[in-house]
């Protein structure tokens, strides 16, 4: 590794200019990163998802940082098998006294893609179309985590001094709810003791303007257990004398939501924060094209037809999904079996004021109450898989001040201020937990498909990221400065004061 030169002024061009003449290797570790299929729902990927962590340790240690690799422990399937959970990563790159330091949170796990899911080219080989870099994961997140990485490897390539001490929380469960994850960072609270702020960058934007999301929902997942008997059974001589669990799982599905998306669990929206008029305003004001946001879904019409209701759905009320059904028949032909247990999966992000446990008992009540009226003999068991609250973060927080700053700077406009519908499971416990600042960046566009077939990042955005990244450092360091001058400032007339005192 070169020495690092302590006092080279950084020009933002000569670091932009580095980063447009790497685009291709950038590009090539993307590749290399992607072809790892780290898919954390599937116990099959196992070992590939623990390479993958430690391929992310060793990079992150070609910079020079201290790296910890954190034995996660083992986790239980609901089989009651047991796996290796793969490990997290600590790390940490710089320990000046007068930086700001700045803990960096990612994941390198990924949702599950297979080719016969839809995808138009394979999704563990990056394919470069139309200036699109195709690829599961390209966006979710390992495009944005070696995005931040390339930033800080810009700066020590030029031999620049890095403005910010550099802190790294990486892990391989994200998409599972980050389980144990909490317990890691209560076990490592000194990890955190000169922590400043907290940078995750694992959203999209919401149109093509950049954006800063400072608000994301939680998520309560759920699994319904409906249980008939041992082995399944042949429908023709069967079907008509038994109570099937399929029958029995898709009306216990069918009475958790109508067709306009309301939830029916009573109850169930007791505790969403009331709509002031003043938030009412922020929704009039953002930029939000819905016919460009339908072409992104491909969807012919969504449930509301305002752009106001929609944002207000996506980020400030709850919403039910169903994801799936787990035993059941869903591959091609006609089998004609009565599948004898069925798992049906669904999940309800949450919003402020929801809580986990009160959502967890009116959800149970519910189905109980809903199957008891189907005098049905098979045994049902509920389940909640993950529970992870929302994060709301103060826009006129400092860091957020850095950013848009910094977008500036990159893109030469001002960020959309957005939040987002879907979950990151650890941000409000890094906001509860360490008290530190929490601020998400995010680098991809607002049509890259996330957990969907075909997700991409643009490699325009994965490059301009790089150098959003990069121009942030600088932004944070002045930031920095400026507050140590304050409080010195201020120490001084509190000083003074005293002295005048005695
Ligand atoms: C936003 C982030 N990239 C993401 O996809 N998070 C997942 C996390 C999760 C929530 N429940 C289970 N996993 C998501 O929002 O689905
Ligand atoms: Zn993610
Ligand atoms: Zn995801």
Redesign the pocket.
């Known amino acids: 590794m070169l020495p690092l030169h302590a006092n080279a002024a950084t020009k933002l061009e000569d670091l932009f200019q580095h980063i447009d003449a790497h685009q291709d290797d950038f590009v090539q570790s993307l590749k290399d990163w992607v072809a790892v299929p780290s898919d954390s729902s599937d116990p099959r990927f196992r070992e590939q998802l623990i390479r993958m962590v430690q391929m992310t340790a060793e990079r992150i240690r070609t910079l020079g940082a201290t790296v910890q690799l954190v034995d996660m422990g083992l986790e239980t399937l609901h089989g009651g098998q047991t796996i290796q959970f793969p490990p997290a990563i600590l790390a940490q790159l710089g320990n000046s006294t007068d930086k700001a330091t700045v803990c960096f949170y990612g994941h390198v796990d990924v ?1 599950p893609a297979k080719k016969e899911d839809g995808w138009k080219t394979d999704p563990y080989t990056i394919t470069e179309i139309n200036g699109n870099l195709y690829g599961r994961g390209a966006t ?2 390992k495009g944005p985590v070696l995005a931040w990485i390339h930033a800080i490897d810009t700066y020590i390539a030029l031999q620049k001094t890095i403005p910010v001490n550099l802190k790294f929380i990486i892990e391989g469960v ?4 980050s389980p144990g994850l909490e317990e890691l960072l209560k076990g490592h609270e000194e990890f955190f003791s000169d922590v400043d702020y907290i940078v995750i960058s ?2 999209v934007w919401l149109s093509r303007k950049p954006a800063l999301t400072y608000g ?1 929902r939680g ?1 309560a ?1 759920f699994f319904v257990e409906v249980e008939s008997g041992k082995k399944d059974l042949h429908s023709g001589t069967f079907g008509g004398i038994i109570h099937e669990s399929m029958r029995d799982l898709v009306y216990l599905l069918a009475s958790l939501a109508d067709t306009a998306g309301h939830i029916l669990i009573p109850g169930i929206y007791d505790d969403v924060a009331p709509l002031t008029e003043e938030e009412s305003k922020l929704y009039e004001s953002i930029d939000f094209d819905m016919e460009e946001h339908k072409n992104n879904t491909e969807v012919n019409t969504f449930l509301y037809n305002t752009k106001e209701e929609i944002l207000q759905h996506m980020w400030r009320y709850p919403s039910l999904s169903i994801h799936g059904i787990e035993g059941a028949f869903a591959g091609v032909g006609t089998k004609t079996v009565i599948p004898s247990k069925v798992i049906g999966k669904f ?1 309800i992000r949450q919003v402020p004021n929801m809580k986990i446990p009160v959502v967890e008992k009116l959800v149970k009540k519910h189905l109980e109450d809903v199957f008891a009226k189907l005098n049905s003999p098979n045994k049902l068991k509920v389940s909640l898989e ?1 529970g ?1 609250m929302p994060w709301v973060a103060n826009v006129d927080d400092p860091q957020y001040e850095a950013a848009r700053t910094a977008i500036r700077k990159v893109f030469g406009v001002t960020p959309d201020m957005i939040r ?1 519908g ?4 650890l941000a409000r416990t890094f906001q509860d937990l360490t008290k530190k600042k929490v601020i998400m960046i995010p680098i991809g566009g607002a049509d890259d498909g ?2 969907s077939q075909n997700e991409k990042i643009s490699r325009s955005n994965y490059i301009q990221g790089t150098k959003l990244f990069a121009s942030f450092f600088l932004e944070l360091a002045k930031l920095h400065e400026d507050l140590q001058k304050k409080s010195n400032s201020n120490q001084v007339k509190i000083s003074q004061r005293i002295r005048s005192q005695t």
């Open positions: 949702q979710d997140n994200e998409e599972t709810g694992d959203n994301t998520n997942y999940s993950i992870a987002d879907s979950t990151i499971p996330e957990h």
